[in-house]
Nanobody, 116 residues
Framework: QVQLVESGGGLVQPGGSLRLSCAAS????????ISWYRQAPGKERELVAD????????LYADSVKGRFTISRDNAKNTVYLHINSLKPKDTAVYYC?????????WGKGTLVTVSS
C-alpha cells in the first residue's frame, strides 16, 4: 500500500535552514506529482509546494516563494523540501501528499518549530 514518511523537522532559530524529506513506497513514484503541505496550530492545512513527476515544473505558495525549494530524486523515491530564512510563522507540521485516482494520501507529518 501507499506509504509516505516525512523526516527532517526540528527546532530551528529564525533565519536558519532545514531540509525535509519524504520517503515514498507502494506506488510508481516517478509517475506522480508530489506536494508538500503544512498545518500551523489552529489553522487549516495549506499547500506549500508541488513538483511534477520528473521535476520539470514546480509551484510554490506566495508565502514561501523565494525561500523554499522542492526537489525530487526518483532513483531514491524521495521528495525534498529545502527551507531557507525560516520565520516563526513557518512553524507547522509539514506533510507529504500524493493524489492518485482522485484519492489523497498523506504521511504522518514532521514538526518544524522556528523559535529563538
Amino acid at each position: 500500500q501507499v506509504q509516505l514518511v516525512e523526516s527532517g523537522g526540528g527546532l530551528v532559530q529564525p533565519g536558519g535552514s532545514l531540509r525535509l524529506s519524504c520517503a515514498a513506497s507502494g506506488f510508481t513514484f516517478s509517475s506522480y506529482a508530489i506536494s508538500w503541505y503544512r498545518q500551523a496550530p489552529g489553522k487549516e492545512r495549506e499547500l506549500v509546494a508541488d513538483i511534477t513527476s520528473v521535476g520539470g515544473s514546480t509551484l510554490y505558495a506566495d508565502s514561501v516563494k523565494g525561500r523554499f525549494t522542492i526537489s525530487r530524486d526518483n532513483a531514491k523515491n524521495t521528495v525534498y523540501l529545502h527551507i531557507n530564512s525560516l520565520k516563526p510563522k513557518d512553524t507547522a507540521v509539514y506533510y507529504c501528499n500524493l493524489r492518485r485516482s482522485g484519492v489523497n494520501y498523506w504521511g504522518k507529518g514532521t514538526l518544524v518549530t522556528v523559535s529563538s
